[in-house]
């Protein structure tokens, strides 16, 4: 598939605990961002990665972080999870200096 | 600070009638302005941007700067349009790192 794949589909989590979400760039791109969507609202900017470094940062605590690699695919990790985490996780992948963005169907975490 | 607003959360329309889904948004510079679509079971998609002046679907968007607004319009829906969406800004040259707002679902009703 050359579209952007992310993974898992559904996850279950603990409170304090940890969660590394992923995401396949498609093919072409080497920018990625991560946005976060809770229930009932529009997604929300997390941050972006190019080169394999942070380009770029929304209004996010520094628990939410995140790595590029080589492959432009990556990972979103949130540190000590809290209820308020619970949402649906977008990645989008777009190719600097080009317009636009393709979107993933998102990772959608549950905090309990 | 940049800020978009879309103060109908549901809209319902009958088959046939105009629709117009309402945009605002705050911004100190010369924001572009996008509209994004989620059909049913389906990712987030880009339905048109003001800087193309593009119809997409049927759909227009005009950027009014003066009254800050970028409202979606189609002068007759079609029951395939019931999707959410989403009015975004973005302060990039590209696209990108969109703002977005809370979404207004249209229902278009046989």
Redesign the interface.
């Known amino acids: 598939e050359t579209g952007v794949t992310q993974s898992p589909t559904h996850l279950i989590k603990t409170r304090g605990q940890q969660v590394t979400l992923r995401c396949s760039s498609q093919s072409g791109h080497n920018?990625v961002?991560w946005?976060q969507q809770a229930l009932?609202?529009?997604?929300?900017?997390i941050f972006?990665y190019y080169r394999e470094e942070e380009n770029?940062r929304g209004n996010f605590p520094p628990r939410f972080s995140g790595l590029q690699f080589p492959n432009y695919s990556s990972e979103l990790n949130v540190n000590a999870l809290e209820l308020d985490d619970s949402a649906l996780y977008?990645c989008a992948s777009?190719q600097?200096?080009?317009?636009?963005?393709t979107?993933?169907?998102?990772t959608r975490l549950t905090v309990v | 600070a940049q800020r978009?607003t879309q103060p109908e959360?549901l809209l319902s329309v009958f088959k046939g009638a105009p629709v117009e889904l309402k945009c605002n948004y705050s911004y100190s510079g010369s924001p572009e302005l996008f509209w994004y679509v989620q059909y049913s079971r389906q990712?987030?998609?880009?339905l048109l941007r003001h800087i193309s002046r593009e119809s997409i679907k049927g759909f227009t968007a005009d950027l009014n700067k003066g009254e800050t607004s970028f409202h979606l319009k189609k002068p007759f829906a079609q029951e395939e349009d019931s999707a959410m969406y989403?009015c975004?800004l973005s302060a990039d040259n590209?696209?990108?790192?969109?703002?977005?707002?809370?979404?207004t679902r249209l229902s278009v009703l046989p």
């Open positions: 920018t961002s946005y009932g609202q529009g997604p929300q900017f972006q770029g977008l777009s600097t200096g080009e317009w636009g963005y979107f993933g169907s998102g | 978009v959360k990712r987030l998609q880009l989403y975004a590209y696209g990108q790192n969109f703002v977005f707002g809370p979404g």
